[in-house]
């Protein structure tokens, strides 16, 4: 198959773009087919570029800049955060390590004080000394389940 051609199909395409027609220009687009096909796509492509820069609406300078000014310190803190929140989940971990070591290590008191204890007040001789590091694993003990959702809570906000 040929493609038609015709002498004056560049004309007809800068004359369909700046919308400057000489009659006699407007008068052969009219008659020729191919002509009056470049006519209408060029006339076409630049009702389409029109409404293509109509549509882009670019953003205040100003603003872009405020936003990348705002995204930059946000990012700074963040490195600068991270350290600390490092050591805030490495102190958890340690600190429930060490509770539950402790819990270990007094395993067999706190078994033989649960089998002794009763619904009343404890039974001690009177001048009897205090076994604190029992106390201490005691109260660690009943603080392990809020340390353990404390490291939890730490490390999910990731």
């Known amino acids: ?74 990012a700074a803190a963040e490195r600068a955060l991270r350290p600390i929140a490092l050591m805030e989940r490495l102190t958890l971990a340690c600190a429930v390590l060490v509770f539950g070591a402790a819990f270990l290590w007094n395993w067999p008191r706190i078994i033989a004080w649960l089998g002794r204890a009763t619904l009343g007040p404890p039974k001690m001789p009177v001048g009897a000394p205090l076994n604190l590091p029992f106390l201490v694993a005691t109260g660690l003990l009943l603080l392990l389940p809020l340390l353990l959702f404390g490291l939890y809570v730490s490390w999910s906000e990731e």
């Open 1 to 74: 198959m040929k493609l038609a051609q015709c002498v004056h199909e560049e004309e007809v395409a800068r004359a369909a773009q700046s919308g400057d027609w000489p009659a006699a220009l407007r008068a052969h687009a009219d008659e020729c087919p191919v002509c009056s096909e470049v006519a209408l796509v060029s006339s076409f492509l630049q009702c389409e570029a029109e409404s293509a820069r109509a549509d882009a609406v670019l953003p205040d300078a100003g603003r872009i800049w405020r936003k990348a000014q705002l995204a930059s310190k946000q």
